[in-house]
Each structure stands twice: as structure tokens, then as C-alpha cells.
């Protein structure tokens, strides 16, 4: 039956797919388990200090070594997490515990922070604006923050928010060059944050289109705009609570890799953090008022459909019940009293006067109500 | 008069019953009560550490003696509830509480965790899906763990999520041989929570179906459908709830029982008991916006519907009362006022004309408003 | 105005009053007010160790004063609270606050723990099922607890939990008369929390009752049922909510009435306090979201309602005016082009033709849009 | 536009005004703001201890510093704000900061506590049931308490809740003359706190009232007093939930000023208002619960209402229809075909027939639909 | 398509923007982004002790330079952020940290206090009421607060609060003079809270005359207008949500630049916005309930546009059939049982006298329903 259901209306386009992350139901805990349609990791090198830039790009994991035991800062960003050989080399080459590896793969997980003593796994969640339509897309960034280095790993190699502070390491731009791995993480985090403002800029625009359909011209897809809308939210938050507590962790942990300065950053990653949970909660709530709005315009459009019939019918039957009298057979001959007015000489006009009369008076009464005037503005 | 009632037409299946667990009221507090429904125990016992592994049918609790004294890893899994004396028995050579017995007996416990000193009660909820239905079925799992030993007892042998740990006990997969019972417990846990996830992926669908269903046809089957979605998800929600408690109470108590190590498998455990709570939550709040969907939507419809008997009503009416008009039996050779259109040479082709006129007038006014387009399309 | 309103119609049955306890505005602190209504005190002291027990009627209650010192524990009970003279004196006796003796006497007080040093004040409120309908009696128990003895004071000696209780003490059944008054305390908290689960059962009943009436024949009564259901688990949820911190306190707080050993015991009525709690929660939500599908239920009705109306109308207002048109009295013999029809041959066999080819699409166009069908089923 | 709307009708009475008391935009500090309306104050002064009692109508605010001085319990009792010198000159009496003394003039303060080492400022907010109509008075209460010294400012002389407290100085009942100033100060809360109560069962009647009206004969006044209800309900909420940490910081806070004897008495007081505050809760649980209740019973007076036209219009459209079917004029003797009904013998008696057969076809049809009955009921 | 929509009907105002600020991505933390519209800065370096009084119209930042070393407090208030290097060079004069200063630039920071030691950064929300309709207008205002000085940076010079602090410094009233910088920078935020009181005002008396509006006379427009004031007090909440927190840390913190005697003014700041919050608070739940009002209001309406349709068809359609009937053309000659009352001699006013009694019955009975006197009273 459902089956039969689906043949959508054209004008109703498929919501997109809830995209909720199943966690696998894991067999060992700490296996690795390759999505087929993974992308091949490709791994990039950023190896920096004040002085001096080196980026490679790397193809076997364990040339990362040379780099991670010099003071320099190394960033090593994986894209893609097609290939479980490399991956498995990787967590060799940063020492990583199991678990940490198969968080990295499983793209369910909750933004978290872990402390494994000299190594901090950081889960974040960024969001992109898509390109024509609103809506975004949401992927995991696994953060793991050594002394020296910064080990990122990315789903897809497409969707990425770190042009700007690769742009700021390359041109030297700001203090990013003179700081260790930590402001490094933190800039990165910066800009997943900073990364939800397009997107919440553009639920704004559309609940301000929606705001004035739905007071101008209810139709069910705006019914379905405003469910979409309230959806996704839904999602976003569920993107951005988490991290709230992440870089709060960040800022109150003692972990000694996060230096005292870089905390004074973090709180204003923080405030930021607080700003777009508080924008996602004003844009939730108002998109559950247009709920109620669209309801209550819908009712209103009822209203005035209903107000057109009752002035319809109520003008015509009267009118109607007049003529069927005068259409009644009644034997004029057989006394005077069986209708007379057919026989009268102005009979007719009298009568088309009695119609004009009583429909005067009706249009009066419906005047009065102000029925008229808004039963012919309706749209 | 509610016997009446219950004569539910064909097309509305009866809704399954609420599957509440009523805690029978205690006479003596410790008492077991057998339910004569209940299944005939079955008990098998694994005993295994690196190198062994033995599997035993059990008859008389009193068999496993031998096994719990050793240091391996004993594994006492009783099925079925369905004899007291065994019960009592097993209770002796694991020296429970007589709370404890009766607990597992009590099928409407909530999750919980009770530190005995030398044992650990935990007891846990487990969902595993329908198979043909969406929907899921839910027992309570008892684990008593001790120094050497875990003991399972479980309702029913029918449902169980622990193949995946047997299997990897039998197969010496991962690290599971080679650690003690808390990690055995850890497993049976962390199968638990991960047995939510299918549940949650059928409820998932079952929403984005309803989603499309509630626009495109809305019926009262869909109005049940939302609702029940609504019942179970508040009912996963109530076993999902405590289980958080009881996780994080075993990562943070001091019990000897738990090794550190074993508390870093628990904190993942614990991320995905937070995550089966995030999905619930979402898909409570869109199956609660689905509800407001369906208002909007039938009220739509009767939009729609009304909008058709407006326009039939508002053409015809004013047709018909021409028609009345010239049906009138006003006496044309009493006076020359009296009805001369009927005399007239194009008397009825103008009469037709004006109906003509007035139809088309109407149908422009309601086509401007764009309602006949929509009346004709609504299925 | 009001009072024309409280002529009810036969059929619905006037709602239980809220039965809201208003706490008297106080004169003088301490002050015992005694209601009209109120029944003599009975007052059962029944005293047992091990060995031994005793059960006297007690008039006079200086009376108990003998059995008070003794070290075996010493319960007494009265029931019934209509004479001050002998509360006064039993509060002589038992060494109360005069607040206490308030407390007691005021039936309208929340449940609450208090500590006077060497008495525990325990005021609990219980419920018992109504006996024809569903709904439930609430009444406060008043718990007064030393080191041997406890007193305990009802207000109407007919509805009581605590039968269960009486027979373990008579019958020497499980442990209580191995323990002291502190375990006789928590036997009575016990049989009081357990007392709720019968009411919510049957609350759970009428709900699935009720999930079925709401879809199949949503009445006015129906309305009223789960609006009288939100109202009477408010009552429940008020009842319940502060007797979980009353037991909480009892099992945290340092009071050396209460022995580690009850403790146990107490955490096991903890846990079914709980559970209580999440039971009325659960069963609000299931009222509310009734409340949500009794609404669209209806909404839908009036769908059918419509559909009805507007296919009967659409398909005979244009058979009317084709009728009316053959009856319009235009000379046919003045003009061939005046209704030249009516003196067909075929005449009248092509008008009924005409009526049939229209009706016949129309009702293929109602058809296929599904209405009537629905509209030949709804009841 | 909005001055034409204000034309009430005569049967909806205007609502009360929001009654919010708007802080005034402060200029300095400290200022006090006389406002123009208020009352002259009058002071009353009562000085007792358990031996004597002295009550004087005091001019000048000096003479009190003669008793203020002595070890008995000084009552000033001020009534009405109209007179800046007076109050000046109390303030140095009573030796008040000056943010004291703009607090007590400044009607629109929350209640709180202010611990001024010596003194205690507490603000508390009373409320009177009107005298007519339900809905009730608010109004502020400050008391400054010293050792042996207790200062009450209020706004109007006309509403007051501590004739009961007088009566017990005045009479000596009770502990009132044995105890000191803080003791008063609890009496004076007590009264305040139990003043809550009427207003509250009043809310309770009408409440009740209404939800036989909202079943019975829904109204739009019916909706109007419900949102009424909710709105006052909701100002009680305001003034209720302050007190609840004001009186907990007396029981809490280590002020010398409050003995430890009296801290006892405010625990009472403090569950006294927990009560309250359960009690207005609740109420506007059900408040909110009517407003749906009364949106689903104008819905089923829709659905009456809809049915008694859907009854008539289709029991009368298709009669009016064979009726017009024999109005028509085809030429009977033009064809054999042409209308021979109408020269048949029996051919009205028939048609009459098949009118009675097809109207009690749709009768019968309506009956066991159950329309008919219900359409005739509904009042 | 969306385009299309936007063509507002003339009587639907355009709803003001959301007025959200969305946090710029930041590429380098610490720029300062100068907006093209901002305003040139206008400094003004008010410098005051007890005895004297400077003030000073500020080109060169660095002019502040010399008074901010005197002990005397120094006011520097900047209104406009058009010019980075005025900015930058404050920036150097007041030794700023970089995200100070970024922080103060971007006007979409939520309202928070941060410690840099020896200077408080606090930044605060005001709002200013519009002129001519309600709503208001809202701006940041950054405080930094150092031992002697105070800076103020504003948006833009057009709105602010601060005109009763200067007349209070200019004219020397109250203690302001006497104190330091920190009761400067209590006065300010005092200014800014006391400021939200009239806006909130407006709203009280906006949603009173909803409250009629909504009963009286229900439109779309009223709808916009609940939704609006939704909207714009889910702003202001967000407005003073955070500030709470501010003034809360101010007075609880440790910092040395803030006195204990300022502290005590704080928590009468602290009560102030408690109490700006709760208005919100309650304005919110009134709107919320406006809307279910309104919700109901419109049903109500239908159902008066409903019973007026029911009354008209009602009467009429009976009454058209009768004229139906004696319109049929039965042969009255071929037998004495066709159509005989057409020759009776009373026929005509026997058929308009049955007429007369079913239409009398039918007002009857729509009399004693109450329907006839609410139809024709609506508006």
C-alpha cells in the first residue's frame, strides 16, 4: 500500500534523507570497518615554524615520522578513509589507541574530546551551505593533538572549511606561525565554528521568505518548507551541543597540551559556540510558531472560502424558493384565490422587485458584516 | 458501551498493548514470584581464559561450584525463569541478596546498579526489532559480576544480542580472552546499547515514510501510525534513560571489581548510549512535528474539499435560479409586463446566453482566485 | 448564568472534584484543628519482638506508655482523627512538636521528612483504586518514628494498605519480626508506594481503551474521559514527586533511627518510587499526545462530514438546473429557436440521457478521487 | 484603526489590566519617588513583651526611638507611601541604606532578601481576594528586621493579611508574646504565605465551573475566562516563586538575627509555600489543558453543525430533483416517449411514492450513520 | 515563484528583519573589520573628581593619554567604529588585547564579561524603544574598566541610554562624583537594564489590546502581529538572558576593580534584570496563549459563518421542494389522483400556509438552539 503512496505529486519534491549516523553494531570493539564507497586517503604534510614552510604530500604514512619529532609544528590532514592498510600504518606512526581508530572511521559520533595523556582525540562536526539549494552538508573532522604535531582526518576530500587558515599559514598571516600545535587546533576549530554562521544566515533569509507566505499564500509545500526547516534545525543542534562541551573541556582540562594562551583564544571560540546554539534554539522556536501561524492562516482561508458559499447560497435560495412559487401549477380557474398574482397585470415585474428587494437586503446584511469586501480580495 | 466500541473495522489494526512492567505488590520484600508463563531454565556455563575455553550444559546449579573458584573467566548464562527451586538454588552458589533474587525475577525493574561489596548487580534493558513489523520486543537482562564469574539471567531464550560476543569468544577474536570478567560484562553492555541501533535505523525509515505519506495522502491509519510511533519511542526512551546512569556509575565508582582499562571500553559504551538517547530525542520531537503536519494537512484538504462545493455551488445556483425565473407561470396575455422574454422570438437563446455569461464569469472570477485548478487536482 | 449552565445533559457525567487539600490559614502555629467530619480515633497498638506479640484496642493513650519503653517494637495506629482531647493527650504521650501534631491533623500537607533528634516525622501520601470505576482515594499518612516504637496516624480507618503488612507481623512471615521499628517503617513506605501501582494500572488500561475509542467513535465523552485522566495523574504525579525525596532523605541523611540494614531495603522502595514516577510521566504524554489525535480524529471526521455533503451537491445541483432549464416556459410556438427540445421525439429520453452521462462522470470523478467510498463507510 | 476595535460588545467584559509593575527608569540611586496617588502614611506602633503591651498612633517618625531602644519587641507599622519627609525621617530612625529605602517605595520590587549585617530587608509580595468577582489584590510588603525591632512598610491601609496576627498580640494566644521580633517576622510571612490559599481555592471553584462549561455549552466568554484563568495564574506564579528562596535563605543564611527556634517555624512556612507553588502549577496545567479541551469542543459543535446541513441538503437536493424532472414541459404529445408519466394514471401517486421511498432511504442511511440523533440534540 | 509572492497585499506590513548578527568568519582572530556603513568616531573624555570637572572632545586617542594617569576617573565614550586607525590607536593608549578589540568592532557579540586582570571587558546589550510604532532598536556597548578610566564604545552616536548619567556627573547629584570608576561603569549598565523597562512597557500594552483585538475582531494582520511580538521578544530575551550572568559575575568575582560598596549596588542592578527577565518571560507565555486564542477565536467565527449557511439552506431548501412539487406537470385530467390540489378551491394559500408551518418550525427550533441570535450578531 505504502508502494502505491509513493508516486509523489510533481510539484512535492523528496525531502532529503534524515541522514542520521547508525553506529555499526560493532563485533571486536576497536575494529575498522571501510565504507566501500570511501574515498582513498589522500594525505597532505604541512610542516611549519616561523622561519620555514614545508608541505608534502605524503603516501606512505610512516615518512610522517621525521617530521613529528622536530619542535616544528607538523599538520598532518588525511582526506578520505578508503584504504584500512593506511590507516592502520597511521595509527602505528601516532601511537594510537584502537578505539581512538575506529572512532575516526565510524562517521556516527557524538563532537567529544578524549585525554590519552600525551594526545588529545577531539571529534568535531563541521557543516557546509550547500551549493544551490539551502541545507548543508555535515561532516565528522577528527582532531588528535600531539606536543609538536596535529593529526586531522576527513571524510571527504570535497567539503572542507580550512582554506582560511591554510591561507594563514601559507602567507604568515597573523600570529598562527609563531604558535604551537595547540593554537593550531584551535584555529581549526574556529573555523568549524565560524562554519555554522552561513548556514544559520541562510535559515534566517528562509524563514523570513517563509514568514510572509505563509501570512500571503499558505500552500502545503510551505507546510513542508516549515517541517524541513524545523528538521534540520533539529540536526544542527544536535551538531553544535556537543561541541559546546568539547571546547569548554578544552578550556577548564588541565591537559598540559593546551597552553595558557591559547585557552584565551578558545574562550572566544567559546562565546562564539553559545551564539550559534542560541541561534539555532530563536530559529527553532520561530520556525514551531509559523507552525501555529500557517495553521491558523489556513483556518482563515477556510473562513472566507466559507464566507463566499454562505453569501452565495444565502442571495439564491430565497431568490430561487420565490421563483419555484410562481413556477407552482395551481388551477388560476378554479378560484380566485389559486394564485392570482400570475393573472395580475404587473405580476411580473412585482415579483422581479420582490427578488430585487430581498437580494438588496441580503447584500446589505452581508455589507454590514463586511463579508463582501473580504470575499472577493481572497487569493 | 466500551464493549461496543471495540469492534475496530477491518483497515485499523489493534494497537499492541502498552508493555508496561507492573511491579507486583511485594508481600515479604525478597519474595520470588514465578510467573506460570514463564520458560523452564536453561543454564549453560563458559569457562574460558587464553589458552581453554569449556562449554557446559548445566542441570544442578550447585555444578558450577567448581567452575567459580578458578581464575578463568565463568561465564553462567541462566535463560528462562520458569523454576523456583532452581532460582533458590542458584542464588545459594552465587550467595545473593535475597533483593537481588527477587529483582531478576521482577520483570519491571528499571536499569539500575547495586554495588554488594565483592558482587555488582546490573541490570539492563535489551530491544531487539520485530521481525516482520517494525517495532521491538524488550526483556531485562540481569548480569551479576564478581571477581572470577558473570552470571546472565534472562527471560526468555528466544531474543538475545549476544551472539556476536559468543562467537568471539569461541573464535578467540579480539581481546576477549585475554581479560577478565569485566570486559566479558563491558561486551554484554556494550551489545546491549548497540542493539538499539537497528531498532532506532526501522523507526528512522518508518518516519521518512510517514513524512511523505502525511502530505501526499494523509489517513486516519497515518494519525495511528504517528501516534504509535510516539508510544514506542517514549517507551525506548524509558529504557534508554537509566542505562546512561548506570554506565557512567560504573566509569566513576570505585568498585575493585572494574579494572581502569576496562573503564576506557565503558566510556565508549558510554558515547553510544548518549547517541541512542540523541536519536530518540530527535525522532520523538519529529514524530511530535509530524502530528502538527497531519493538522495542517487534513486541514488542507478540507480546503480543498470545501473549495470544490463552492465553486459547484456558487455556478449552478445562480443558473438555476435563471431557470426558476422562466419557469414562472406569469400570465403573458394578461399584460404585455407579464414574462414577454417568453415570447420573444430569441427568448431562449438569449435566456441560454445569459447563463452562458454568467457561468463563464464565475469560472474567470474562481480561476483567477486559482481554484479550479486545485480542486481538480486533490486525490 | 453559571447556574442555567449546571443542568447537565444525562450523558455526561459531572467530574470528580479536584479534591485539592487547601492548608487552613494557620491563627496560632501548633493549632489542632479537628474537622466535623472527622471519625473517633481507633487506636491498635500491636507490640511483637521475635518471641512474643501483643495486639490491644486502646482507649486511654497513656496506655501506650508501658509498651514504649519496653525494647520490643511497639506500633500504634490510630485511625481516625475527630477527638482533640485524645490527640492532645496521645501527643503528650509520644513527646510531639506541637507542629507536628499539626502536620498530622492537616490533611492537606505535601510529603516531607522531618528530624527531630530521636523522632523521625514521615508524612507519605497513599492511594487506593476506587472500587467501581477507575480513579483513586488519596490519603495522608503520618509517620511518627522512634528508636522501639512507631506511630502512625490515618485519617479514615476504611481505605488502608497496610492489611499485607498486618499479616506478615501475625503470621511471623520473612524478617520483620526479626527487626526493628525502622524496618516496620519501610515495610509500611513499602506497601504505600506499591499501592500506586494497581491505580496506574488501571490508568494504563483506560489509556489503551481510550487509544482505540479516540479513533474509531471520538465523542464529546471521549474528550472528557482523557481530559479527566491529564487531571487525575497531575493529582498522582503530585502525590508521588516529593515522597521520592522523602525516601531519598531517609536513605542519605545520618539519622541513627534508621539502620545501614533498612537502608538496603529502603533503596529497593527508592527504585519503585522511581518507577512510579516514570509511569505517570509516561502515561502524560500518552494522555497529551491523546489530547493531539482526538483533535485531528475529529478534524477528519469533518472531512467525511464535507465530502459527503459536496458530492451529494455536485452531483445533483447540475441535474437540478438541467431541469430547471426543460422547465422554463419559453413559446415554443413563437420562435423555432424557443426551446425546440421540448417537442423532440426523442425529447425527454435525451434530457434523461444528458442527467445520466452527467451524473455517471461525476460520480467516476468522486470516485476516483476516493471519496465515496470513505464517505459510504464512515459511521 | 485600533481605537474602532475598542468598541466592546456588551457581553464581553473588559479584562483587567496586566497589573505590572514597571520599575521606574532610575535616575540616582536611592532616590524615593512619591507617587502622586498614594495614601498618607499612618503609623502604628506596637511595643510588647510577654508582661505588657503598648499600641500608640505615632506623628513623628523620632518618637519611635524611644521603644526601639528597650528589650521589647518593637512593631512599626506603616501604611501608605504619600509623604517623602515622613519616610525620610524613618529611614534615619531606623538608620536604613538608602537603597533600603528606595525599595520600599519602589512598588515593583521582586520579592528578595538583603542581609545588612543588623538588619534584614525582606520584600514579600501579599495577595486579597477581590470581594466580588474572583481574581485578587497584590500588593508589597517590606519588613526591615532589627533584634529587637520590627518595621513593616506597606502601600494601601485597605488590604492587609495580619489581623490574625494582631488579634494574637493583643490577646496573648499562642507563643507570639514570649518570643522576640523574628518570631513576629515568621507570623507575619505565615500570614502572607497561608493569604495565598483562598485566592487559590477560589481559582480552583472556577476552574472546576469551567469545565462543565468548556463540555456543556462552549462560548467565546467561556475561552476569554480561560485565557483570563491563565493569565492571573500566572502573576500568582511571579509573586509566589521569589518567596520560596526568600524564605529558604532565612532558614539557610547564619543571620544572628533569626534564632535557631524560629528557623523550625519557617520550615513549615517554607512547605507551606513549596504547596503553593504545587497548587499553581497544577492549576495552570489545567488551565492549559481547557484551552484544548474547549478548541476540540468547538470543533465538535462544527462537526454538529456540519451534519444537520449535510443531513438536509441531502435529504432535500435529490427530491427537489424529481420534483424538477416532472416540472419540465416536453411535449407529451409529440412522442409516446416525451414525460408519459405524466398522463399516467397513478403517475403522481408514484412519484410521491418514489420521493417518500428515496427520502426515507437516506433517513434510515443517516440513522445508522448516528447523525440524526446527535443533530437534534445539540443545544 | 517566491518572487511572486513577494508582492505584499497593501494592508500587510512588511515584517522588520530578524536583526540577527551574525558573527563575520573570522579569517586571522583579532582583526578588526571596519563595516562601510560604520560611523566616523566622535570621542568625548569626560574627566571628573569630587571637585572638578573636565570635559574634553577627544582628535588624537593618544590626548587621553595624560588624563588616565591622574587619579581622578575618566570617562573616554566613543560613538562610532567607521576609522581603523582611531581604533587601532585607542587599541595602543588603553593597551588592549587583540580580541578586545575585535570583539568590540563586531556588533554580534552575546552580552559577557571577561577579566583580562587589570581591566574588565564587559560587553552589554541595549535597547532603545522606536519612535513611532513599538519594537525597538538594539546595540552593543562595550565597557572596559580599568582602575581610574572607563571606555565606552558605542555603534553608532544616534541611540543611547547614558543621558541621565551625564546630567547626574554634570550636575554633581547623588554619591556619582564621589566614587570611583567602577560605580561609573555600575551607573551605565544600571542605565542599560532600566532602559529594557520601557520597551517591555509597550509590549504590556500591545498584547492588552491584542487581548481584545483577538476576541473582538480577529484578522490576519492580528495573527502577524501575535507572531511579531513573538519574535521580537525572543530578541530581547536573548538580549538579557547573558547579561544576568554579566552583572551576577561582576558581583561575585574576585576582581579588585570592583569596591564592595558598588558590589552592594550590583545586586539591586542584579534584582532589576531578574525582574526584566521574568516580564519577558511572562509576555512570552501570554503571546504563546494569544495564539491559541486566536486559534480559537477563528474556529469559533466558522462556526457562526457555519450556522447561518445551515440556518438559510435549511429553511429554504424544504420550503423550495414544496414549490417543487405543485410545479410538476402531472395531467391532472387523466386521473382524479394527479396533482388534485392543484383545482382545489383553497389550494394556493393551503400549499403557502404548509409552507408558513414548516418554516415556522424549522425558526423554531433553530431559536431554541440559539443559533438565530448568534448569526446575526457577528461581525
Known amino acids: ?66 617530521y613529528l619529532d622536530t619542535e616544528s609544528v607538523s599538520w598532518v590532514d588525511v582526506q578520505g578513509l578508503g584504504n584500512r592498510d593506511i590507516l592502520e600504518r597511521l595509527g602505528q606512526v601516532f601511537d594510537l589507541h584502537c578505539l581512538v581508530l575506529e572512532d575516526m572511521v565510524n562517521m556516527a559520533e557524538r563532537p567529544k574530546i578524549e585525554d590519552y595523556g600525551d594526545q588529545l582525540l577531539i571529534i568535531a562536526r563541521m557543516v557546509i551551505p550547500k551549493e544551490r539549494s539551502y541545507g548543508f552538508h555535515s561532516e565528522q573532522v577528527n582532531l588528535v593533538l600531539g606536543k609538536h604535531y596535529l593529526l586531522t582526518v576527513q571524510e571527504e576530500p570535497e567539503y572542507d572549511c580550512f582554506d582560511g587558515v591554510r591561507t594563514r599559514i601559507k602567507k604568515n598571516k597573523g600570529i598562527i606561525r609563531k604558535q604551537g600545535s ?65 571546547i569548554n573541556s578544552l578550556i577548564r582540562d588541565s591537559s598540559e597540551i593546551i597552553s595558557d594562551d591559547v585557552r584565551i583564544y578558545l574562550r572566544d571560540c567559546y562565546d562564539h559556540t553559545v551564539q550559534v546554539m542560541d541561534m539555532v534554539e530563536t530559529y527553532r522556536e520561530l520556525a514551531s510558531g ?48 389559486n394564485m392570482p398574482e400570475l393573472n395580475w397585470y404587473w405580476g411580473y415585474p412585482l415579483c422581479l422587485g420582490l427578488m430585487a428587494v430581498i437580494s438588496a437586503g441580503l447584500i446589505i446584511f452581508f455589507w454590514q458584516k463586511g463579508w463582501l469586501s473580504n470575499s472577493f480580495k481572497i487569493k
Chains 1, 2, 3, 4, 5 share one sequence.
Open 290 to 337: 509559523l507552525m501555529d501561524v500557517y495553521l491558523s492562516a489556513v483556518s482563515n482561508k477556510m473562513n472566507e472560502i466559507m464566507k463566499l458559499l454562505t453569501v452565495v447560497s444565502s442571495i439564491f435560495i430565497p431568490l430561487t424558493f420565490v421563483a419555484g412559487i410562481y413556477g407552482m401549477n395551481f388551477n388560476t380557474e378554479k378560484s380566485p384565490y
Open 182 to 246: 595547540d593554537y593550531l587546533a584551535y584555529s581549526l576549530l574556529d573555523a568549524i565554528i565560524d562554519g555554522f554562521f552561513p548556514v544559520l544566515e541562510l535559515y534566517g533569509e528562509r524563514i523570513e521568505e517563509l514568514e510572509e507566505e505563509v501570512i500571503v499564500k499558505p500552500t502545503p509545500q510551505t507546510l513542508q518548507q516549515i517541517y524541513k526547516i524545523r528538521r534540520e534545525l533539529l540536526q544542527l543542534r544536535r551538531a553544535i551541543w556537543p561541541q559546546r562541551n568539547t
Open 1 to 66: 500500500m505504502i508502494k502505491k503512496i509513493r508516486r509523489l505529486p510533481k510539484n512535492i519534491s523528496k525531502l532529503t534523507s534524515i541522514q542520521d549516523y547508525y553506529h555499526q553494531q560493532g563485533t571486536v570493539p576497536g575494529t575498522i570497518i571501510i565504507d566501500e564507497n570511501a574515498v582513498q586517503p589522500n594525505i597532505i604534510l604541512i610542516d611549519y615554524n616561523q622561519a620555514e614552510l614545508i608541505r608534502v604530500q605524503i603516501n606512505n604514512p610512516e615518512d610522517c615520522t621525521n
